[in-house]
């Protein structure tokens, strides 16, 4: 008795949360609503505010979520693979499939709701800016372990890998904005040249880096609305 | 009589969009509200109502107040300087200051309403998405005058102008939302970097352009929350 309605909170949670993550990567996270979230999928309103208490909690709940589907997606492909500069290329790719292939309708997660709550003070935000934080410095590991594991010119120095990241997590970034604004997928194409060009500037090998990216498909559809999305 | 009348209707009206654009770059354009907007400044609601109609006029007439503040501060000062590279990098460098500097109060005006409103179809959207076109092209238009006045190093094509713009815009947008969300201010200096490399990299003289960014100061406080700003 005890494990089944452990089971169905877990599940309930679940369903929440995916209806969560796509409304917020395409109308934010302000606009989410408890109860109206709860209405919309049919579950008991006590029982969603039972799993999620106040609205805040349903934020910070949903940015984990986004956490998990953005490690699932972008990280846990290259975990094992042997450091070097081919490894931080595939984590480049699998950052703008994730993009492109609307994982979440409104594209990035994290681009859209940095940009709503990176002014705004509270544990939203803290939550948002951790979440981009650990992506950056998991970018400088990758780029680091390459450069430890000899995959740099020689000359190269520790300090160029934050200069490094910063520069290719840009890329990476307007390629997402351009992409869902513009409905333009070429930018996957012009961020992943740009990449490349970085990546190969940087390595002792570069021949051992493709010298142009493959296409990266943008959506087939435009954006999908809130509404529609499941 | 009338002449008085248009003059009281005009400075409302600039009062209305200063307010608007100071809220928007924080909260975003979706929480615009006509009537507290007239509350907030002491102005009879039926005179804002009578000078913008509607919610969405309010948002269009915010999102073209904030292009008119962008010109005035990042492309009239350079307009008149002669064709070069060196035009290229102090559009830049006003870019990197208009951001650092918070003329709007959450940073960049455009970075956050993009993101609000980029997956959202609609008049807004296409507003947004226009201006963001238009600076595209000035940068490119700038590029693409610097090439032709000699400023590319031989064997430079016009083709590499659009990629070296998304480069340039991407650096400028990562340093505005690092800056905002983790108020890291050396975000700029990063991208004044990589946009100094990016410029020397297709330069005929590269040694006419600074070798590295001047410091760009981030803002000295915490971001205004659009209660506190004007």
Chains 1, 2 share one sequence.
Not at 80 to 90: D, Y
Not at 93 to 118: K, N, Q
Not at 131 to 137: K, L, P, S
Not at 184 to 211: F, K, Q, T
């Amino acid at each position: 008795m005890a494990d089944g309605r452990v089971e169905r909170g877990n599940q309930t949670r679940r369903t929440v949360l995916e209806r969560t993550m796509s409304i917020a990567s395409v109308d934010g996270l302000e606009g989410l609503s408890l109860g109206k979230i709860a209405s919309d999928l049919g579950l008991s309103k006590s029982g969603v505010f039972a799993l999620f208490g106040s609205k805040e909690d349903l934020q910070l709940a949903t940015v984990r979520a986004a956490v998990e589907v953005f490690v699932e997606r972008v990280v846990r492909p290259v975990r094992e693979e042997p450091a070097g500069l081919t490894k931080a290329w595939r984590l480049c790719e699998l950052w703008l499939e994730y993009s492109g292939h609307r994982i979440f309708p409104g594209g990035c997660f994290f681009y859209g709701v940095s940009a709503e709550y990176d002014a705004r003070p509270g544990p939203v935000r803290d939550e948002i800016a951790k979440a981009r934080a650990d992506w950056t410095r998991y970018i400088e590991r990758v780029l680091d372990e390459a450069r430890t594991a000899g995959g740099f010119r020689q000359g190269s120095g520790a300090d160029e890998v934050p200069q490094l990241a910063f520069e290719i997590i840009a890329l990476m970034e307007l390629a997402n904005a351009h992409s869902v604004l513009f409905e333009d997928g070429s930018a996957y194409e012009r961020a992943g040249r740009g990449i490349l060009a970085r990546l190969r500037s940087v390595a002792a090998a570069p021949d051992e880096l493709p010298e142009r990216p493959p296409a990266i498909d943008g959506p087939t559809a435009a954006p999908t609305s809130s509404a529609a999305a499941s």
